[in-house]
C-alpha cells in the first residue's frame, strides 16, 4: 500500500494552473484478481481489498481537489465471469452503499450511476436509485459508478433515444451533432474525463467511456489496484500536468 500527501510529495509545489490539475479523472480498476492469486487467496478477496482501494482514492481524490472522478466498477462484459464471482461484486456493491453512504452524504459527495439497468436484480437497482437521489443535491465532489457499464452500450442506447426523438418530431436529424450526442449520454453532467488511468499491466481501454475518452490523457500503471493509493494518484496526476495537450492543435509556439 502506498501512502503520501500532496504536498510531501511536491504536487503543491508544482506549477498550479487550469490545465495542472485534471477535473476528471477515470479509473479502469484492474488487477484485483491477480493481486489475490499472488498473495494465495481467492479471487473474491481480491475485490474486497479493491474497495478498499477505492475508499482510499475517493478520500485522495476529494482531498487533491479534483472535481469528478468515475470508476469502472462492474462492465457488461463482466457477466461472462462465473457466477459466484459476479454475485461477490453485486455484494460488494451492496455493502459499499450500506456502509459509505451516510459518509458521502456528509462530505457532500455527489454519486452518479452510469450503466444500463438491463439485467441487474431489483436490490441492486433500488440501492443504486437511493444513493443517486439521496446525494443530489451534493456539489462538493461528484463520483460516477460505472456499473453495468460499457461504452458501445452506452452510445447504442442514446442513439435509440435520439432516433425515438426524431421518430416523435422533438428533434430533426440534421441537427443531431456532437453535442446532442454528448447530452443523451449517461454521463451527459461529468466533463470528459482528463486522464483515464488504468491499473493491472493491461493497455487497453476496455469499452470505458470511449466516446467520452477522445482527448484523455492515458496513464497505465503496472500497479495492481488493490494496492493503489493516494501516492499513485499523485503521481498520475504530475504525468498528467508534465503532457502536451493539443486536442488536435499544433504545439504551442509551433504556428
Ligand atoms: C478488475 O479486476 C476489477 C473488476 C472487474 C471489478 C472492480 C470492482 C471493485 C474494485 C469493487 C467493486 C466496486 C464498488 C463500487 C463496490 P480483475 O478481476 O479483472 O483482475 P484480474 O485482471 O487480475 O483478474
Redesign the pocket.
Known amino acids: 500500500m502506498t501512502t503520501g500527501s500532496a504536498s510531501s510529495h511536491g504536487l503543491a509545489s508544482q506549477p498550479s494552473g487550469p490545465s495542472d490539475l485534471p477535473r476528471h479523472i477515470g479509473i ?10 499472488g498473495h494465495g487467496m481467492p ?1 473474491a478477496i ?6 478498499e ?2 475508499r482510499r482514492t475517493v478520500k485522495a481524490a476529494q482531498k487533491l481537489g479534483l472535481e469528478f472522478l468515475t ?5 457488461t462484459e ?1 457477466w461472462r ?1 462465473p457466477v459466484s ?1 459476479v454475485s461477490a ?1 453485486f455484494a ?6 450500506k456502509q459509505d453512504l451516510e459518509r458521502l452524504k456528509r462530505e457532500g459527495v455527489r454519486i452518479s450511476v452510469f450503466g444500463t439497468r438491463e439485467g441487474l436484480p431489483e436490490d441492486i437497482l433500488a440501492l443504486l436509485d437511493k444513493a443517486v437521489s439521496e446525494t443530489a443535491h451534493n456539489s462538493a465532489f461528484n463520483l460516477g ?1 460505472a ?1 453495468n457499464y460499457g461504452g458501445r452500450e452506452e452510445i447504442a442506447r442514446a442513439a435509440r433515444r435520439l432516433a425515438l426523438d426524431v421518430a416523435d418530431g422533438k428533434l430533426q436529424a440534421d441537427d443531431i451533432d456532437e453535442a446532442t450526442i454528448g447530452r443523451a449520454l449517461d454521463t451527459h453532467a461529468f466533463p470528459d474525463p482528463d486522464v483515464i488511468i488504468r491499473t ?1 499491466e ?1 493497455h487497453r481501454l476496455s469499452n470505458f467511456l470511449i466516446w467520452q475518452a477522445a482527448y484523455s490523457e492515458l496513464i497505465f500503471l503496472n500497479v ?3 494496492d493503489f493509493g493516494e501516492l499513485d494518484l499523485i503521481r498520475a496526476i504530475q504525468t498528467f500536468a508534465s503532457r502536451e495537450r493539443r486536442f488536435g492543435g499544433l504545439k504551442s509556439g509551433a504556428a
Open positions: 479502469i480498476m484492474d488487477g484485483n484478481g491477480r493481486w489475490a492469486t479471487r481480491g475485490h474486497e481489498r479493491g474497495v482501494a477505492l470508476v469502472y466498477s462492474f462492465s463482466n465471469r464471482e461484486l460488494l456493491l451492496k455493502t459499499f452503499v459508478i456499473f493491472g493491461e495492481l489496484w488493490p
